[in-house]
């Protein structure tokens, strides 16, 4: 994925994409590669297959738990939105405070 | 195709399809041979995945791109934040600021209402510091300064004054005995306020009565004012009260 620095957050949760194991291809590959070619030792084979076919599931498990950590609840218009609202609050309340704080009387 | 999904929807979804692509790939490579789908399934399987793949990785960039706008997000939370909190201490501060003017302008317009009552009768303070003097004269404000324990005389007016004041002489002759008494006494008599003196023992509130007798004597009226024996001292006792009650009453001006 996209190197670059992305500070994380507070939590030690993998928040920043880089941390995400989104390399799912391979295994799945190595497992039909077992599987495809011609079995010297069945028993040893079917064991590796069996192992290789565990952690592709938990490689999946693992990509879905840590998308759901992501920040990501909305989609890029709404958090856009959400944005300039922000900024507009922000700009409003400083407005505000500016007008009222150095008031001579 | 817009998605109005969430990107993490999108990204789960995408993860989904790949786990069945995956999935029916390897089912189909462990198939016996009769099972099998064709080559060109195959190879449509195949190329699904891949895409399946790149499309994750675009959406996953897409999830990047959003993480740093929440940081930013998160930012101007805290400069909001910031702002919220001086907002409310300012809010604070101007409560304050009305409580105390508000209070200071009802005690205003108190002191105003009072200086315009005071404007429509004005007193004199001559009159005053007469009256303190004659009320004073009689040692029933203080005692004298020669008195001594065991002495009769007492700091406040006694039974015996308060009945030969006007206020016992009226009282007992209801009907007939036309006493000296101008309508404007009557007046001043309605229009005193007194305060109750804590050691009045009889029956009349001393400060009417001795207010009238005041009158009495300011007006000429005959009515002395009579204390036991005392006609005499009380005349050269009055130049010694004098000093006494005027300080005794400018400490109790305001």
């Known amino acids: ?105 | 195709m817009t998605f109005h999904l969430s990107t993490k929807e999108r990204l789960l979804a995408i993860v989904d399809d790949i786990e069945i692509i995956a999935k029916e790939l390897i089912e189909n490579t462990i198939a016996p041979k009769h099972q099998k789908i064709s080559s060109t399934e195959h190879a449509q399987l195949v190329e699904l995945l891949v895409a399946k793949d790149a499309e994750l990785k675009s959406v996953l960039q897409l999830a990047c791109d959003q993480t740093k706008i929440e940081q930013k997000m998160n930012s101007l939370r805290a400069q909001v934040e910031l702002q919220d909190q001086e907002i409310n201490q300012l809010q604070k501060q101007l409560k304050e600021a009305e409580q105390v003017l508000s209070t200071a302008l009802f005690q205003a317009r108190q002191k105003l209402a009072s200086i315009a009552r005071a404007n429509k009768k004005p007193v004199p303070s001559e009159e005053l510091i007469k009256y303190a003097h004659r009320i004073s004269a009689s040692h029933a404000i203080s005692a004298p300064l020669t008195w001594q324990q065991g002495d009769l005389r007492r700091p406040y007016p006694t039974d015996i004054e308060m009945r030969l004041g006007f206020l016992g002489k009226s009282d007992l002759s209801i009907n007939g005995h036309n006493l000296q008494h101008h309508s404007s006494l009557s007046e001043m008599h309605r229009n005193t306020t007194g305060e109750v003196p804590a050691s009045a023992q009889n029956q009349f509130a001393w400060h009417p009565s001795g207010e009238l007798h005041m009158n009495v004597l300011a007006s000429g009226g005959s009515i002395l004012l009579d204390t036991r024996g005392r006609k005499n001292t009380s005349q050269v006792e009055v130049e010694v009260m004098s000093t006494e009650s005027s300080s005794s009453s400018s400490s109790d001006s305001q």
Do not use: H, W
Not at chain 1, 50 to 61: A, M, N, T
Not at chain 1, 68 to 85: F, V
Not at chain 1, 86 to 96: A, E, G, S, T, V
């Open chain 1, 1 to 105: 994925m996209s190197g670059g620095d992305k500070k994380e957050l507070q939590k030690v949760t993998p928040l920043t994409v880089d941390e995400i194991e989104i390399e799912i291809l391979p295994t799945i590959y190595a497992i039909i590669r077992s599987v495809e070619k011609d079995p010297i030792d069945k028993q040893r084979e079917s064991q590796e297959c069996s192992v290789k076919v565990l952690e592709l599931q938990k490689r999946l498990d693992n990509v879905r738990n840590q998308i759901r950590q992501l920040p990501i609840d909305l989609n890029k218009e709404e958090q856009l939105q959400r944005l300039e609202t922000l900024r507009n609050q922000l700009l409003l309340k400083q407005k505000l405070l500016k007008k009222y704080k150095n008031i001579q009387f």
